[in-house]
Structures are given as C-alpha cells and as structure tokens.
C-alpha cells in the first residue's frame, strides 16, 4: 500500500532525508504541531457522525497549518457539456503561496500536454504546451476563465487543489444545513481501490437534485485520517451517472521545490 510521503526540514529531522511514513510511525501532525491542539483521530472520526461540518472544519484547519506545497497524481473523469469524457491521468506540482499549479498529461490530455498558472505572474494567464499535431506551434497563453479552457474541465486552473475542493464541499455542506437538509453518513475506514489500497475515511452525502445546478445527487468523499486531506470524490446524479471523480495518488507533501519549478522554460522540458 502507498503511503503519503512528508517533507520535513532538516532540522526537525536531524539532517536525515525526507523519510516517508510508515505504518508504524507516529503521526507526523504532532511532530510539527506549534499552534493551538487539534482533535485526534478518534475525536474526528466521532465528529463526522456527530456535526460533519464540524468535522470538515477540522480537517480543513489541519491543512491549513501543515500543508504549503504537495506533488501527485491526479486521476480524474468528468462530465462536461453532458457528455462523460476520458479518464484523465495528470502529474501535479502544487505550491499554496503564491498560487502555483503545473499539470503534466500522462494519458487522457485534450489540447494541452502541460498548463502552468502562477498567481500574479506571466499575466495571470495560463500558460499552455499544446499536444499533438498543435506541439509544433509551442506554448500559448489564455486567461484563467478561457471558453475553451473551461470546456476542458469544470473547474478553472486557479480554483485548482484539495485544499480548494474541501472548501467547496464546507460551501455545500453548510447551505445544505441551513436549510435543514444535510444528510451525511459515515461509512467507517475503508482501503480505496482507486488510491492503490491506502485506508480512508468514507463520507456518503445525498441531495436533492434541484439543490445543484449540476445535479449532484449522491457524493462520497475519502478523507486520509493522517492528514485530514480530501484524497478523493465521486460525484453522481440522480439516475448514478458519474458527474465527476478525482483520485490523489502518489501523494508527497512539503516538498523541497527548485526556484524553477514553476517557471515556464521548463514546461517545455520532457
């Protein structure tokens, strides 16, 4: 089973290498906890029955204490302009501040084998390496809300994360709530298929379909118990069609990133 891999600083290290973690090392959270304690995993694991926003809160503030950067692959299918395309496999460096995403097509690509967005530089425009016969012309540039780039996912570059997505599942979550219509149910720990096997813990919500603009009837979410991160989602209408689904593999966190990583001169490196 694949483990998410931490990145630490060597001085909490030691001067050792970025060790992954394993099964039976302790909780990295509380090696680098400085702020204020959070609740434990059996504390989590009681509120997401109890108050799941509550519950998705907590997971949100561990991200945002200990998460700043992250490399994986994204396993992705999405249904756009109502028709189900391709499963998509992209490799994804990830930096929180500035904004920064770099994807790389490794199957499943449309127009573009690479994109690049880096908030506040090269115009805030993506900047993009065409695929097939289009490589010859190079890179391109298009804004971040592009009709063509939007037709290609249905999430824009710069609303691109985990982090991103937890909080458009609270955004639900909490209007779903106020309207005296939450329905969560937690289905235990489970080990996912799609994450190569790694255990999560399974979140099943239900809605009505006029609520959603898209639909979005039946939604289960994986959340790694280690970190509190929205590894995965599935997303289904009324009738079970998939709407969409997204699979973090092959995660490591906090990594060491070059000056160059976000730098439009490599994009064009294979």
């Known amino acids: ?7 630490l600083p060597a001085c909490l290290l030691g001067g050792c290498s970025y060790p992954p973690v394993s099964d039976t090392s302790p909780p990295l959270l509380s090696v680098i906890e400085t702020r204020k304690p959070i609740l434990k995993t059996g504390d989590l694991e009681n509120l997401v029955v109890s108050d799941p926003v509550a519950f998705l809160e907590q997971c949100l503030d561990r991200v945002d204490r200990h998460i700043h ?18 499963e998509e496999e992209i490799l994804v460096t990830f930096r929180e501040s500035p904004f920064s995403v770099l994807m790389e097509w490794k199957r499943g690509h449309r127009l573009a084998r690479k994109t690049l967005f ?13 695929a097939g016969w289009r490589a010859i012309i190079g890179q391109v ?42 329905r969560v149910s937690f289905r235990g720990l489970q080990a996912i298929p799609e994450l190569e096997g790694r255990t999560c813990w399974v979140v099943h919500r239900v809605d009505l379909p006029q609520r959603d603009p898209e639909g979005i009837v039946d939604s289960t979410y994986y959340f790694d ?10 997303l289904r209408d009324q009738h079970g069609d998939l709407i969409g689904s997204y699979f973090f593999r092959n ?17 064009k490196k294979h």
Request: glycine letters at 8%; a neutral charge.
């Open 1 to 7: 089973m694949r483990r998410i891999c931490w990145y």
């Open 69 to 86: 950067a992250y490399t994986a692959t994204l396993v992705k299918q999405e249904r756009l302009q109502g028709k189900l395309g391709a």
């Open 118 to 130: 880096v908030d506040g530089q090269y115009n805030n425009e993506i900047i993009v390496q065409l």
């Open 141 to 182: 540039t298009c804004p971040v809300d592009d009709e063509d780039a939007r037709a290609t996912s249905r999430f824009p570059i710069n609303e691109f994360g985990m982090k991103k997505g937890m909080e458009r599942t609270l955004q639900a979550w909490k209007a779903s709530r106020e309207r005296g219509e939450l």
């Open 225 to 234: 118990p280690e970190t509190g991160l929205q590894v995965g989602t599935v």
């Open 251 to 267: 995660l490591c966190l906090n990594p060491i990133l070059e000056e160059t990583a976000f730098c439009r001169e490599r994009m």
